[in-house]
């Protein structure tokens, strides 16, 4: 398996709501970043888990939280979101944290209405 | 197989010389190109991109050069500072990079000596 696998694809949710992106990797990879990208801009760093440890957090507001529940898993628990959240997120590994095999997932496209 | 790659593993440069990072691909498809540094147990960060409508983009110190019919582009750093040494990534998207979908190459790791 040489994939990150991200889900959901789509997600459209409400102010109020509280969701979850999960990503995923069977390769063995100790470093595990989320990322967004707003339309023709290049992604933008949120947080970089190395060896399941949160080691870098981009002043990302609380309303988005991460968590990296073993080694092959990583989610974003997302509540109280505004309009201006809606983005793609993606999901990224690495084979260290040196960045070594590094490979995206192919994102989740949320829309906050 | 690898639609991104970088040949070089890794880089040795003088301080102050030219530090030249190539990057090939293979799929034509690839309209929007980055390159990226990475430090040690931190997120790569973006250095500059280039739109396949374009041959160059320069942005202080990086210049990114482009060369569509060979499916090949290069980043310059000059000069080079050892503030630089650090893994960069070549990646290259389709759809102006709005769809997500970055490949990466699998990077070059640059050492600027004093």
């Known amino acids: 398996d040489t994939e990150v696998t991200q889900t959901p694809k789509h997600l459209v949710m409400g102010m109020t709501n509280k969701k979850s992106l999960k990503c995923e990797q069977h390769?063995?990879?100790?470093?595990m970043y989320w990322y967004k990208q707003k339309a023709k801009k290049p992604p933008e760093l949120m947080f970089v888990?190395?060896?399941?440890?949160?080691?870098i957090n981009e002043s990302v507001p609380s309303r988005f939280s991460p968590e990296c529940p073993n080694s092959s898993l990583l989610n974003l628990h997302l509540h109280a979101l505004q309009p201006e959240d809606s983005a793609l997120y993606l999901c990224?590994?690495?084979?260290?944290?040196?960045?070594?095999?590094?490979?995206f997932g192919s994102g989740t496209r949320l829309t906050v209405v | 197989d690898q639609q991104v790659k970088q040949n070089s593993p890794s880089l040795s440069v003088q301080e102050g010389r030219i530090s030249i990072l190539n990057c090939d691909y293979t799929?034509?498809?690839?309209?929007?190109f980055l390159w990226y540094k990475k430090y040690p147990a931190e997120g790569p960060t973006f250095l500059i991109s280039?739109?396949?409508?374009?041959d160059k983009n320069e942005d202080g110190r990086f210049t990114v050069f482009l060369n569509k019919s060979a499916k090949h582009l290069s980043l310059h750093i000059v000069p080079s500072q050892p503030g630089d040494s650090a893994v960069y990534f070549c990646?290259?998207?389709?759809?102006?990079?709005?769809?997500?979908?970055?490949?990466f190459g699998k990077g070059t790791k640059l050492s600027v000596k004093p």
């Open positions: 990224a590994s690495s084979q260290t944290p040196e960045g070594y095999g590094y490979t």
């Open positions: 390769m063995g990879h100790r470093a």
């Open positions: 888990y190395s060896y399941e440890k949160l080691s």
């Open positions: 799929n034509s498809m690839f309209d929007y």
């Open positions: 280039i739109s396949s409508i374009k």
């Open positions: 990646a290259a998207s389709v759809y102006g990079g709005s769809q997500g979908n970055l490949i």
